[in-house]
């Protein structure tokens, strides 16, 4: 059975819904998707969204497997704690102020990924994101081996010890108020670097810096 198609966008913010209609089920929204500001706790299997899905200040704890959204994925101030495996998001992800723990193996966020303010620890192995990767206020202490930043990378007030070598930052790389001691070898850095109230004393012959050392 083919899905429902729903060819513009869909707004339910703030109409207090605690479960979506029936006709929202395998359904594919072609255009945005918002639920903001409602009390639910899930979404139906089988839902696609061709734009962007916003699902900031809602209760939601978990998402179903296999979602596709085309667009941005707003999280925003929900209580999520983990994402489904074979996400996919076209566009920005933002988890700001999540319970947000790990993220699935294989996720590529093409925007901006803003993990800001959450419990996060540790990320995949091979993460690749297009846009500006935000860590700021996390407790996290060490980023993995092939990780791509195609913006910014924030890692300003966590307690990173250590960066990989050959990290490439395509823009700013911010290590403002961290415990870190030292820089790795092959570090690539588009934009300025940050290295205000750092331990780090000295800088590796190989450093490439395409704008201005803060230190």
Do not use: A
Request: hydrophobic share 35%; net charge negative; glycine share 12%.
């Amino acid at each position: 059975m083919s899905k429902r198609i729903i060819q513009g966008s869909v707004s339910l913010k703030g109409l207090y819904l605690e479960v979506l209609p029936d006709f929202l089920k395998d359904v594919e929204i072609r255009g945005d998707f918002d639920c903001s500001g409602n009390p639910l706790l899930s979404l139906p299997e089988g839902l696609s969204v061709g734009g962007s899905l916003n699902l900031m200040d809602t209760p939601i704890t978990s998402l179903p497997e296999n979602l596709s959204v085309k667009g941005s994925l707003f999280l925003r101030n929900t209580p999520i704690t983990s994402l489904p495996e074979g996400l996919s998001v076209g566009g920005s992800l933002n988890l700001m102020n999540t319970q947000i723990t790990s993220l699935p193996e294989g996720i590529r966020v093409r925007g901006d990924l803003n993990l800001r303010n959450t419990p996060i620890t540790s990320l995949p192995k091979g993460l690749i994101v297009g846009g500006n990767l935000d860590l700021m206020n996390t407790p996290i202490t060490s980023l993995p081996e092939g990780l791509s930043v195609g913006g910014s990378l924030n890692l300003m007030n966590t307690q990173i010890t250590s960066l990989p070598e050959n990290l490439s930052v395509k823009g700013s790389l911010y290590l403002m108020n961290t415990p870190i001691t030292s820089l790795p070898k092959g570090l690539s850095v588009g934009g300025d670097l940050f290295l205000e109230s750092t331990s780090i004393t000295s800088l590796p012959e190989d450093l490439k810096v395409g704008g201005e050392i803060y230190r």
